[in-house]
């Protein structure tokens, strides 16, 4: 069945479950020279939300915030994110980002400046990470960055970034601080809020097992995992759903089986992964062997086909996640008009990379959802500057590429969320395609 297809009419014909998102903290134990990780307000001021407009304070912006961009120079995007190391795998973002820069840059650019990015590898280093984001807003003097990865790293940056007014802009992080525009207005997160993720995880098993189900969790010992595990407890709540069995994992392990072993003593209904990166396979790949046939949910961080369920092949049949956009992947998926458009232009561009790539194909559609901002920034009283930039952030109403049918990119103050919509869908290994659960998401803020 077309995804196409099938998930518009899912949309149209099954009610979306509006959640709030939870502002549970999270803390860090980070000790980083002059960069604070746990501040509620922004340095240079923060935001007023009326009638879901975001007013931002500028008036302790530093001089270049409000200055127009001269005439015929580059727009320098950076980021920080692992280029080596065990996330290296999210550099293949860079391939998507550069490949949508060439493309606006052979039509001109924006507002005829060329849009170049300068990226830095940090390897998953808070402390590297710190520096390198001093050094692209001090030395490289960045018009915003892009896609910079990890809690700790976006947390222990921030403060760089509002104490300069530089935008700080789709996050690779699902801390809750980055959907708050009244504290944190300089931020975005482009992750759907982990909130999101549990309630669709809940409603998906609760419907699955209406007698009730009991569930087994693998949990990554670490701010992600327990994120992770505290917004699935939070959508059991109400439900049916029990938790029979949780266990742990440390960042080192390379096998999941004596986990499963007694996660599966408990005889579960279901699964659920609050893990991320190759644990998702070590999981599915312990369960199925070991006969485990019911329900497994991962993570939206575990949805590239190309790394975490083509490689699993028959075991990952029926494998379940969120999806809130089209799967490059997906063979049912190439006739949609934007996956055309995103395949030429990678082919065009930036061969080297698989188009094939959720990370490639991300990178790809926000750097579209930029270059729509600063078109809409330029077109602003002043031109184009750092402030009008983040203006048109909070003001965004628009239709990305490999969006679903009929879904729309909206932030503002009441939709903080720049991935606010999901839905649960199944892996089917025959068709290498998804199908739809009729479980769909739809996060707002509280």
């Given amino acids: 069945m077309p995804i196409s297809s099938s998930f518009s009419n899912t949309r149209r014909g ?13 803390v ?10 746990s501040g509620t307000q922004a340095t240079s001021g923060g ?18 915030a409000s200055e127009s961009l001269s005439t015929g120079a580059d ?15 999210s550099a293949l973002s860079l391939g998507g980002i550069n490949a949508y820069f060439d493309k606006i840059n052979a039509d001109g650019g924006v507002d005829g400046h060329k849009v170049t990015l300068n990226a830095k590898d940090d390897a998953l280093d808070p402390a590297r990470a710190v520096a390198n984001v001093k050094a692209l807003i001090e030395q ?18 921030r403060q760089m970034y509002e104490t300069n007014c530089v935008p700080q802009l789709y996050a690779s992080t699902g801390d809750h601080s980055f959907y708050d525009p009244a504290n944190h207005p300089w931020s975005t997160s482009s992750f759907l809020p982990y909130d999101a993720w549990g309630e669709a995880t809940a409603e998906f098993i609760d419907k699955k097992f209406p007698s009730g ?9 670490s701010d992600t995992g327990k994120a992770l595990d505290e917004a699935f407890t939070r959508g059991i709540e109400g439900t049916s759903v029990e938790i029979v069995a949780s266990q742990s994992h440390d960042s080192t392990a390379v096998s999941m089986s004596n986990q499963v072993t007694e996660m599966l003593a408990k005889s579960p209904d279901a699964i659920v992964a609050a893990t991320s990166g190759a644990f998702c396979n070590q999981l599915v790949s312990a369960a199925r062997r070991a006969g485990f046939g019911g329900p497994i949910v991962v993570p939206p961080s575990c949805r590239d086909t190309t790394q975490f369920f083509e490689p699993l092949g028959e075991l990952a049949d029926g494998l379940l996640t969120v999806r809130s956009s089209l799967d490059p992947a997906d063979p049912t998926a190439a006739t949609e008009p934007s996956m055309r458009e ?8 930036q061969p080297s990379y698989d188009p094939r790539s959720t990370y490639v194909a991300d990178g790809y559609r926000f750097a579209a959802l930029l270059v729509e901002q600063l078109q809409r920034a330029a ?21 990305l590429p490999l969006n679903f049918p009929d879904s729309r990119t909206v932030i503002n103050g009441d939709v903080p969320f720049p991935v606010g919509d999901g839905s649960m869908l199944a892996y089917d290994t025959s068709t290498k395609s998804w199908e739809p659960t009729g479980v769909d998401v739809t996060a707002s803020a509280p």
């Avoid at 189900?213 to 010992?221: I, P, R």
């Avoid at 995103?342 to 561009?349: D, G, V």
């Fill in 14 to 26: 099954a009610s979306r479950r509006r959640i709030s998102y939870f502002a549970a903290p999270v």
């Fill in 28 to 37: 860090l134990g980070l000790a980083l020279t002059g960069c604070s990780t």
């Fill in 47 to 64: 935001g007023e939300i009326t009638a879901g407009k975001v007013t931002i304070d500028t008036t302790k912006c530093p001089a270049g």
């Fill in 75 to 89: 727009i320098v995007i950076g980021t920080s994110l692992a280029q080596s190391g065990s996330g290296a795998s």
């Fill in 140 to 157: 490289d003097n960045v018009f915003a960055t892009i896609f910079q990865l990890g809690t700790p790293q976006n947390l222990a940056t």
């Fill in 213 to 221: 189900a009991k569930v087994a969790e693998l949990v990554w010992n």
């Fill in 342 to 349: 995103y395949l030429e232009a990678m082919q065009k561009y």
């Fill in 379 to 399: 077109s602003a009283e002043g031109g184009l500057n750092r402030i009008n930039l983040i203006n048109a952030v909070w003001s965004t109403d628009t239709v």
